[in-house]
């Protein structure tokens, strides 16, 4: 049995997590996850 994890659903898990241990983190946390997910879109990476 094999599990494979892509990136984006595990950022979006961190970023959640993050948001609910501290909220006041919400601006970066959104930002970050964007800028991942505009790299990897734009870098075509399929982890």
Do not use: D, E, F
Request: proline residues 4%; glycine residues 6%.
């Amino acid at each position: 049995m094999t599990l494979q994890l892509s990136l984006a659903p595990l950022l979006a898990l961190i970023a959640g997590i993050l948001i609910l241990v501290k909220p006041r983190l919400l601006n970066y946390v959104v930002a970050i996850y964007l800028i991942a997910i505009g790299v990897i879109g734009l870098l075509n990476i399929r982890i």
